[in-house]
């Protein structure tokens, strides 16, 4: 059973697109049983991946009530997918799919967190205080290549507020896009583990988006788990969006990981629908051949059992503490 840190189906579901790399009809012949499924506010000028070296300027902030609009259709979307929501851990199980709510930027909730339970109610569990842009919790790191993560202030009065929060009503808090700044702040207030859901080592990819070594030891200290993000611009390390890039790109960063945290804090986060993956992976019909990859680089059944789900599960049992 392989469950994933991060995707963003939603995102073209909602402009309309097909999916590109979930194929929900089909997905659990490839072991996927779901994950964490983004609603990520798209806004001003698109996204678009670069090439190395660069360095794009932080993306405009969304106006509030925009974001909430626009969040309030992606969690429509959401909830006309045919998966089940995740409530629990014992929601997730080989041949189904459970999708994890999960709010890539804090900036649809109100900066007094007043409708933070609303969207617990709505099965809300897991959220990014930002993505790469600023909003009223805390700052992103704006996509640079090379860089380190240290690219701006930490967290707002409001954001440190807002990880208290999440960890009294049990939402898992991703430090994934924040700045390194905002990583430290997450530490200090944080009492659950710290969680990547898609991001990989600095060491061997100098992009902004991945983690030094210092903050991989303090995801690891905290009992936390970094996903493994497929993106090749965040794998390879020329940075280049280049899909003709092999699976043992993704193999070494995982192997990397393991070697820094143990095995029992590196997962999958393959940003599958989101950004360009290796097209010797495809889709989720890859995930096979990616275990294959690993089995062939030594890791054992247990140990893939762990990368490929059991992680995610024990972080979550974890943090969803307040969950029956
Ligand atoms: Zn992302």
């Known amino acids: 059973m392989i469950v994933d840190g991060h995707n963003d189906l939603v995102l073209r579901m909602w402009r309309g697109d097909g999916p590109l790399h979930i194929d929900l009809a089909t997905a659990t012949t490839t072991g996927f049983a779901g994950g964490f499924f983004a609603l990520w506010i798209p806004w001003g000028a698109p996204f678009v991946e670069h090439e190395p070296p660069y360095d794009v300027p932080l993306a405009e902030p969304v106006p509030r009530d925009d974001a909430r609009r626009i969040a309030l259709e992606l969690a429509d979307v959401f ?20 999708a994890i709510m999960h709010l890539e930027g804090a900036e649809p909730l109100a900066p007094d967190l007043s409708d933070l339970e609303q969207w617990y109610a709505r099965g809300l569990r897991s959220l990014g205080i930002v993505w790469s842009r600023r909003n009223a919790f805390g700052e992103g790191v704006p996509f640079r290549f090379p860089s380190v993560p240290d690219t701006g202030p930490g967290l707002t009065a409001a954001g ?60 690891a200290a905290t009992g936390g788990v970094v996903g493994v993000n497929f993106a090749v611009g965040f794998l390879r390390a020329d940075g280049r969006q280049d899909p003709d890039t092999p699976l043992t790109e993704i193999v070494r960063h995982v192997n990397y990981l393991v070697d820094r945290m143990g095995i029992d804090h590196v997962a999958f986060g393959s940003d599958f629908d989101g950004a360009t993956v290796p097209d010797v992976l495809g889709g989720v019909e890859g995930l096979p051949a990616l275990l294959d990859a690993l089995r062939s680089s030594g890791h054992d059944e247990v140990a893939l059992a762990k990368l490929a789900s059991g992680n995610w599960l024990r972080v979550l049992a974890e943090t969803w503490h307040s969950v029956a």
Do not use: K
Not at 80 to 91: E, H, K, W
Not at 190 to 211: E, F, G, Q, W, Y
């Open 79 to 98: 909830e006309t997918l045919p998966v089940s929501v995740a409530r629990s851990v014992a929601d997730f199980a080989p041949g189904h799919i459970t």
């Open 160 to 219: 440190r507020d807002l990880v208290a929060a999440c960890n009294r009503l049990g939402i898992l808090v991703d430090v994934s896009h924040l700045n390194e700044a905002g990583f430290w702040d997450v530490a200090r207030v944080t009492d659950s583990p710290i969680v990547a859901t898609h991001s990989n080592a600095h060491a061997l990819c100098a992009s902004s988006r991945n983690l030094t070594d210092d903050q991989l030891d303090a995801v």
